[in-house]
């Protein structure tokens, strides 16, 4: 069983850049890819990528590429969330999520999820 805890939420302004930090409990934690997800207010929960157990791997969403950077350090069972050039659509709960199976666009596929963070991007 893997627990996620997430952290580095904030209210920025369009243009800057934040740092969300997903940490897990549990061990084989490399066994898990991590998906990241968001959701905004009134609409649906958004796939915004996933980085592989390894770390080898990274998939991201159209609008985030070349923005938001993935990463993970497996030693410390944490997994990052690096966001860039930010914009006010942007603004969502983001979770993470781990996937025992393999990595994928439905949230179904993961079973653990972190708490969520909140990032307002103001413009």
């Known amino acids: 069983q893997v627990q996620l805890v997430e952290s580095g939420g904030g209210l920025v302004q369009a243009g800057g850049s934040l740092r969300l930090s997903c940490e897990a409990s549990?061990?084989?934690?490399?066994?898990?890819?991590i998906g990241w997800f968001r959701q905004a207010p009134g609409k649906e929960r958004e796939f915004v990528g996933y980085?592989?157990?390894?770390?080898?791997?990274?998939y991201y969403t159209d609008s985030v590429k070349g923005r938001f950077t993935f990463s993970r350090d497996n030693a410390k069972k944490m997994v990052y969330l690096e966001m860039n050039s930010l914009k006010p659509e942007d603004t969502a709960v983001y979770y993470c999520?781990?996937?025992?199976?393999?990595?994928?666009?439905?949230?179904?596929?993961?079973?653990?999820w972190g708490q969520g963070s909140q990032v307002t991007v103001s413009s």
């Open positions: 549990g061990r084989t934690f490399t066994n898990y890819d």
């Open positions: 980085i592989t157990g390894s770390g080898r791997f990274t």
């Open positions: 999520a781990a996937s025992i199976t393999a990595a994928s666009r439905r949230g179904d596929a993961y079973s653990y």
